[in-house]
């Protein structure tokens, strides 16, 4: 019911030139908005993982490996810890005197008859009485704070 344009207020007439644009620019920006959301589940949905693909690539195992039985070792440069069956059999507890007796790179299976002793290796009692050579260090000796 419109009225004369005397008696209508700025507010009214504001409202009423602006009522059919709002309303197309909504609808507009409604339409885009719905195709940008399809756009990107579309996208979602192409990266998801199929389940009967199995493990994705690069993702660990959730439970840790069982602990087997250590049954073969070498004494070389990466050897860390001596094993039990190892020392049982050697009667010798560090790689440094098995590798003195044996040579480095000996193999050693459980259950099974140790490797030929080195030829030119030191005698076990030599490598155990062996004395740890110790060097002390010189004490530090700074210098007056006030001596410039």
Known sequence: MPRSGASMSLDQVVRDAIQGVVAR??????????????????GELR????PSAGRARG??????RARKDLTRWVADRRARRV????????????????????????????????????AAAASVAEVKAAPRLVK????LVRKAAGSR
């Open 59 to 64: 993702t660990r195992r959730s439970a840790p």
């Open 25 to 42: 620019v909504a609808k507009v920006v409604a339409d885009a908005l719905a195709r940008e959301v399809e756009r990107q589940l579309e």
């Open 47 to 50: 990266r998801a993982p199929v």
């Open 136 to 139: 002390a260090k010189p004490p």
């Open 83 to 118: 094993p039990t069956f190892v020392i049982e059999a050697t009667g010798l507890d560090t790689k440094k005197k098995i590798v003195a007796k044996f040579g480095e790179d000996a193999m050693f299976e459980k259950g099974k008859a140790l490797p030929g002793a080195r």
